[in-house]
Structure formats: structure tokens, C-alpha cells
């Protein structure tokens, strides 16, 4: 008699099929599965402890992910990315050990990303603390680092022990001189400052983003980078539309005509300002690019660009207008593949100033957001998507490779 084969049962399934399994479920399913699952449970943990996000946890639950990958070192070594608030008295907490002990416990840790607790990313802050000691030794060599909470001046020993490969760095709070000496970060290819004044001169950079007031002479310090130069944004946090956006495009565009892409995005600290105004149209200056592959808009306040063909201009709430300001482009820079147009429209009414109720409209942001891909080669058809939610992070090629 031949004798049974044994049937494959999921206790037996190779960790191959676990992985690829666990890839595609949520994060509450892969928290149930390390909870319920030995055999899924492996894997699920490395999924969610690979990227961690504590930038919006309460200060508990900061707290207790420290204690776990301070108790099982295992855990720590599976964090490849992490993003945390802190609070700006942390010199003056018992917790600030517990931190810097969970920190040094992520070996393998390639992109961090420490802001203060409570304040916007790139909001000012005068309060930079000088904690620096708690990522200066730590063992994990990081390739991308994002902070405005450590006062520079404190870490340049950091600098020099992250010099191996650190490729992409965000000094958001940095506008004068940079603090980081010619022999540290060798490697490094991006910079996002608060200034043109803070950009280095004596580096090849390929990607930079300022974030700030705009005024048209910094942007002649990008031609110290024409040679090498394929990205840049620009956040911009102006209070007066005195400088326009085909002006800003015009100075970009003879400084850098090679750029591959670019994104010029009007920030939250802008919207906050009193009034909305429509502007002068644009779509000449991206003729002036030679190679333009991306290009990203988003307004908070433009309310709309004239249209030199048309006698009503090209109104950015409402979606037939934006999608034909959108092509227009596309059609005056046939190298671009894609065009990200968007705005904010719950502040608009009647294009008036409209100031929501606090603890009542606050909540309500409206957003329109066209999007426009070439397929194919230059000059080639264009698919056109609309959304109600603009992302940044999602279409920049700041950060994304």
C-alpha cells in the first residue's frame, strides 16, 4: 500500500507566503494577527515595525513603543523609518532617557524624521531643544533625516558620524549660513532649508526645497547649481503677492532651464493671510524649459489666472477651468509627463475672504485637485483624474526617488 501523502496545512505555509499574505492587509489586521497568529505573527511584526509613525500619538503611547523595542531589541531592529513630536520641555522630563534608550536600540533605522510636539512641521520655533546627545551616539547610520527640534550648533558630531550615508536632509527652522562643515555628509544630494541664504554653495546638490518668504534675487542662487540641479520646490509662506507666479517661474527657468521637476506650493501659514487675489497667467514661462518631466501648483489664495485667450480667466474652483489650465500647460511644455494642478476652495466664497467659525468650519477643508499624465512620448495623449484631497508628499520628488 502506497503510503499517504501528508496534506499542507497554514501551519506548515513557508514564510514566503506569510510575507507576501501580510503584505497586503491592513495595519488593524496585522496588529490582530501578531496578537493571535505564530505563524503570521513574524512577519506581521515586521511590517508594522518597519515604517513607525508616532508624529500624531499621545505621549503614552510614544511611552510604551519605547519600552518595547527597549525590552525586545528585535522589534527595535526591524525600524527602518520613524517619525516623532516631542515635546519642547523634554530636557526637563524623567522620559527623556526612556527615548534616547529606544533610539539607540534601532540599529538598522535609515530615515528619522523629529519635530517639536504641537507646532507644524516648518512652523518657527523658538523654543530648539538642546537635547542633541540623545541621536548623537546612537549606532544607526540614517540616509534620510528630517529635524527642527535639536538646536544645529549641538550636533555637529552627529554630522560627522552620519557622514557615511546620509543622502537627504531637512533643516526647515535653517536660514543663514549652513552648519554643517565641507568634509561632513559627503553624500549628501538633497537640502530643504528655510532660506537660499542657507544653501552651500560648495555642493552639488540635485534636489532642494526652500520654504519661506520668495524673493526673486535668492532665486538667483540656484544657478550656482544648473549643472546638477533636477528638483526643486518651492513652499512658499509669502505675505504679499507683490512677486507673481509666472515671475517666479521666469527667474527658475533662466537659472536652472534643465530642471526635471518642480512644485511650487503655497503653504497653510499663507492661508492664513487677509485676503485672496487672482493673478497674471503663467503657462509662457514653461516654455523655457527644455526638459520639465513634473510640475506641481497648489494655491491657497489665487483664486484664478487670467486667460490671455479668453475673456474670463481660468477659475481654480472650478474643475472645466483647471483641467484647461492644466492643459494649456501640458501643451506649451510637451516634455512634461505630469501636471499636478490644485486649491483650496473652502475659504473661497464669491472670492471673498471667508474666515470659518472656530469649532464650527474648521474641520472643513475643500480641496480640487487636477491631475494630467502624458502617455506615451512627448506631445503624446493626456488622461486626465480629478480628486478632492491634495498630497504633497504623495507627488513630490523631494523625498521620493
Not at 20 to 48: M, N, P, V
Not at 130 to 143: A, E, N, S, V
Amino acid at each position: 500500500m502506497a503510503p499517504k501523502r501528508r496534506r499542507r496545512t497554514a501551519l506548515s505555509l513557508p514564510p514566503e507566503i506569510c510575507a507576501t499574505i501580510c503584505e497586503e492587509l491592513s495595519r488593524k489586521d496585522l496588529i490582530t494577527l501578531c496578537r493571535t497568529s505564530k505563524l503570521f505573527g513574524d512577519q506581521a511584526q515586521r511590517i508594522i515595525y518597519r515604517v513607525v509613525d508616532l508624529s500624531r500619538s499621545t505621549p503614552r503611547a510614544l511611552l510604551s513603543w519605547c519600552l518595547a523595542v527597549t525590552r525586545h531589541p528585535q522589534l527595535a531592529h526591524r525600524v527602518h523609518s520613524l517619525c516623532l513630536r516631542l515635546p519642547v520641555d523634554l530636557a526637563f522630563s524623567s522620559d527623556v532617557a526612556k527615548i534616547a534608550s529606544a533610539l539607540a536600540k534601532c540599529l538598522n533605522l535609515q530615515e528619522l524624521s523629529i519635530h517639536p510636539e504641537g507646532l507644524r512641521v516648518h512652523s518657527e520655533s523658538k523654543e530648539d531643544s538642546i537635547q542633541g546627545w540623545i541621536i548623537t551616539k546612537c549606532p544607526f547610520r540614517l540616509t534620510k533625516l528630517s529635524t527642527s527640534y535639536f538646536r544645529i550648533s549641538f550636533l555637529s558630531q552627529f554630522w560627522t558620524l552620519q557622514s557615511a550615508k546620509l543622502r537627504l536632509l531637512s533643516l526647515p527652522h535653517c536660514t543663514q549660513k549652513f552648519p554643517i562643515f565641507e568634509d561632513q555628509l559627503p553624500h549628501l544630494i538633497a537640502l530643504e532649508v528655510g532660506s537660499a541664504r542657507a544653501l552651500p554653495a560648495d555642493r552639488a546638490l540635485q534636489r532642494i526645497q526652500l520654504r519661506g518668504g520668495t524673493y526673486l534675487p535668492e532665486l538667483s542662487a540656484l544657478g550656482t547649481y544648473a549643472a546638477s540641479l533636477t528638483t526643486f520646490n518651492l513652499l512658499r509662506d509669502d505675505v504679499k503677492p507683490a512677486i507673481s507666479t509666472l515671475q517666479i517661474l521666469d527667474a527658475i527657468a533662466e537659472r536652472v532651464p534643465d530642471l526635471l521637476h518642480l512644485a511650487l506650493i503655497e503653504t497653510d501659514a499663507w492661508a492664513q493671510k487677509e485676503k485672496l487675489f487672482s493673478e497674471g497667467c503663467p503657462i509662457s514661462a514653461l516654455a523655457k524649459f527644455t526638459r520639465l518631466e513634473t510640475l506641481t501648483l497648489y494655491s491657497q489664495r489665487i483664486t484664478a489666472f487670467d486667460n490671455p485667450a479668453l475673456t474670463d480667466p481660468y477659475e481654480l474652483d472650478d474643475p472645466v477651468c483647471l483641467q484647461a489650465f492644466g492643459e494649456a500647460m501640458s501643451n506649451v511644455c510637451p516634455t512634461l509627463r505630469r501636471l499636478v494642478v490644485g486649491a483650496r476652495t473652502d475659504r473661497l466664497t464669491g472670492h471673498q475672504w471667508w474666515s470659518p467659525r472656530p469649532g464650527v468650519d474648521a474641520a472643513v477643508r475643500r480641496e480640487l485637485v487636477c491631475t494630467l499624465t502624458r502617455t506615451g512620448a512627448a506631445g503624446g495623449e493626456i488622461e486626465v483624474e480629478f480628486g478632492t484631497r491634495f498630497d504633497f508628499d504623495a507627488v513630490s520628488m523631494f523625498w521620493n526617488d
